[in-house]
């Protein structure tokens, strides 16, 4: 049906940078907003940053100034600089997808994680 397939975490020392990238296949009619969220050991998932159709975005207070979020029709990018201890977690893709043409219903869809670490 549809895929989400991330790409692009692993091991960086504080003060570097990580560049997430997750692509979306499949029976796709329309995409609507699209994000990152994460999720460290013992805590919930939170939203990193969205991205709407339109190109509007939102961030995390706590990685404004320091991550960006970028969008290219089915893939969206997210760049992790001046990376923190704090920001190691599982980073999940996740996109709002509609998936016909006569169904205006769309749900939301999730990528399998990738790991970031942040670690001298």
């Known amino acids: 049906q549809v895929q989400l397939v991330e790409s692009g975490g692993g091991l960086v020392q504080p003060g570097g940078s990580l560049r997430l990238s997750c692509a979306a296949s499949?029976?796709?009619?329309?995409?609507?907003?699209m994000g990152w969220y994460r999720q460290a050991p013992g805590m919930q998932r939170e939203l990193v940053g969205s991205i709407t159709s339109g190109g509007s975005t939102n961030y995390a207070d706590s990685v404004k100034g320091r991550f960006t979020i970028s969008r290219d029709a089915n893939t969206v990018i997210l760049q992790m600089n001046s990376l923190k201890p704090e920001d190691t977690a599982v980073y999940y893709c996740n996109a709002n997808i509609r998936t016909s043409s006569v169904s205006l219903s769309s749900r939301d869809y999730w990528g399998q994680g990738t790991q970031v670490t942040v670690s001298s």
């Open positions: 499949g029976r796709i009619f329309r995409i609507n907003g």
